[in-house]
């Protein structure tokens, strides 16, 4: 199975500063890294996939880079709306599997 | 708009089983692979099993194979998960979630249905 390493685990910003998020595979899976943003009550929302593809309908603000066994997400000028749970997921192969998550929080 | 609304959720006794419902609307349900999903109380995600439009293509992970079966009626227009002989480590919120096809991530989730294993 790909392992995938999710780091930092906890993330404090304030609105407008920029942030990024890192995540490893264990081995390479190509471009195929996705990354969703997870808030309470809310379904997840796919932000980034094939390591840099905008999802549609996401703010351009967001943003991905990587290939291989590196992958990071980019958020320039935070938005309120912004801060919850991140999750990065290789969709190269099966078992697909998820980082542990990144926790971006209100400084 | 793309609709997932999973049900069938609940206290369960360990070694009972149980049976999640997913309904779709907003899209063609029968064109798209759909997948479940689930996270443990304050864990991460983990990806559970998949079945290809068809249903000619099914996967699970190792930690619920032999114990779970993913199936679909694409006349009603509706994913499930059959459990069985369920432990207390799978309590989790289960989501299920849309692949456009195969090498694509899941685009559209669910809010999730609870199910707790417990005594």
């Known amino acids: 199975d790909v392992q995938m390493t999710q780091s930092p685990y906890n993330l404090a910003a304030s609105p407008g500063e920029s942030v990024s998020i890192n995540c490893k595979a264990s081995?390479?899976?190509?471009?195929?890294l996705a990354w969703y943003q997870q808030k309470p009550g809310k379904a997840n929302k796919l932000l980034i996939y094939d390591g840099s593809t905008l999802q549609s309908g996401i703010p351009s603000r967001f943003s991905g880079s990587g290939s291989g066994t590196d992958f990071t997400l980019t958020i320039r000028s935070l938005e309120p709306e912004d801060f919850g749970l991140y999750y990065c997921?290789?969709?190269?192969?099966?078992?697909?599997?998820f980082g542990s998550g990144t926790k971006l929080e209100i400084k | 708009e793309v609709q997932l609304v999973e049900s069938g959720g609940g206290l369960v006794q360990p070694g009972r089983s149980l049976k999640l419902s997913c309904l779709a609307s907003g899209f063609t349900f029968s064109n798209y692979g759909m997948n479940w999903i689930r996270q443990a109380p304050g864990k991460g995600l983990e990806w559970v099993a998949s079945i290809s439009s068809s249903s000619s293509y099914i996967y699970y992970a190792d930690t619920v194979k032999g114990r779970f079966t993913i199936s679909r009626d694409n006349a009603k227009n509706t994913l499930y998960l059959q459990m069985t002989s369920l432990r207390s480590e799978d309590t989790a919120l289960y989501y299920c979630?849309?692949?456009?096809?195969?090498?694509?991530?899941?685009?559209?989730w669910g809010q999730g249905v609870m199910v707790t294993v417990s005594s």
């Open positions: 997921q290789q969709h190269n192969e099966y078992p697909f599997t």
């Open positions: 979630a849309r692949r456009v096809y195969p090498g694509t991530p899941f685009d559209y």
């Open positions: 081995k390479s899976i190509s471009k195929y």
